[in-house]
């Protein structure tokens, strides 16, 4: 028997820093892909160290475990985030549900060291194309937002690599700090606002992460650059802080045309091939 699971790369509008205290947040999912592919017919484990390692702790059985990818890495796409959700899956041979989205964190946790709250890994299990999701993680309940024609997203590479582990990833915020109820707020009006609104929204954001202290002052350099360009509507940083990449709302794609427009794709799948 064999398990393939596919799962997207992970873009969030708005809402960082909010998950694992309680807070909202607004994600989506792209077309970058991971697929894992998990072969039973073996007798012992075959494949990467490091996700063998993440295998057996998911309570996965001897397989010979192959992987592609071209999501990037240390790039705040949450690469880590969906070869765990690959992991979980393949393992236990579900996936639409709260369960896998635990084992997928749990696992990160305990091998990659990233203690992760739960937005990536619901926003890849949970995602509609075409749709934003609003998740609510005081019940880590789910509203799908349809994407306005208008939200036009570009991702902007900061340059900078990191890996999370390494690094202050989850400052200790309560849902009553002033981050988390300011970026609360957003993500609230993030849902019914237009473009420029939105822009707005992205910059405030921005300016919040700075004051958290997950920022670095070449990314700030680079992001006030971007607000300041023609066409531009807003832009931040996204994921965890520290590099990665740098989310940019535009006017149309013939703003900073050199970089693709990214569209909101489906959720993760499990294939069960007998």
């Known amino acids: 028997m064999r398990r ?99 084992l997928a964190q749990q696992i990160e946790h305990r091998v990659l060291g990233t203690k992760c709250g739960l937005l990536d890994q619901m926003a890849m299990v949970y995602a509609k194309q075409g749709y934003a999701t609003m998740i609510n993680f005081s019940t880590n309940s789910i509203e799908k937002i349809e994407m306005p024609r208008t939200w036009k997203f570009k991702l902007i590479d900061s340059g900078i690599h990191r890996k999370l582990a390494d690094t202050n990833y989850g400052p200790n915020l309560s849902k009553n700090s002033d981050h988390v109820i300011a970026e609360n707020n957003r993500v609230m009006q993030a849902q019914n606002a237009s473009a420029e609104e939105l822009g707005d929204l992205l910059n405030k954001s921005h300016e919040s992460l700075i004051n958290l202290g997950v920022s670095l002052p070449s990314i700030d350099s680079k992001v006030s650059e971007l607000q300041q360009m023609n066409g531009v509507l807003g832009a931040r940083m996204m994921g965890g802080g520290f590099g990665g990449m740098i989310l940019v709302l535009v006017n149309d794609e013939t703003v900073l045309p050199e970089y693709p427009l990214v569209e909101s794709s489906g959720p993760a799948t499990l294939e069960i091939i007998l």
């Open 4 to 102: 393939r699971a596919t799962v997207p790369a992970r873009v969030n509008i708005i809402g960082e820093h909010t998950d694992y205290a309680g807070g909202l947040a607004l994600p989506f999912t792209i077309k970058n892909r991971l697929v894992l592919e998990a072969n039973f017919s073996t007798t012992e484990y075959i494949g990467d160290a490091t996700i063998i390692e993440l295998w057996k702790e998911a309570g996965g059985p001897v397989a010979e475990l192959k992987l592609q990818s071209d999501i990037p890495i240390g790039k705040g796409l949450s690469s880590s985030a969906a070869l765990c959700i690959a992991i979980a899956s393949c393992v236990t041979g579900q996936l639409a549900n709260m369960q896998t989205c635990h």
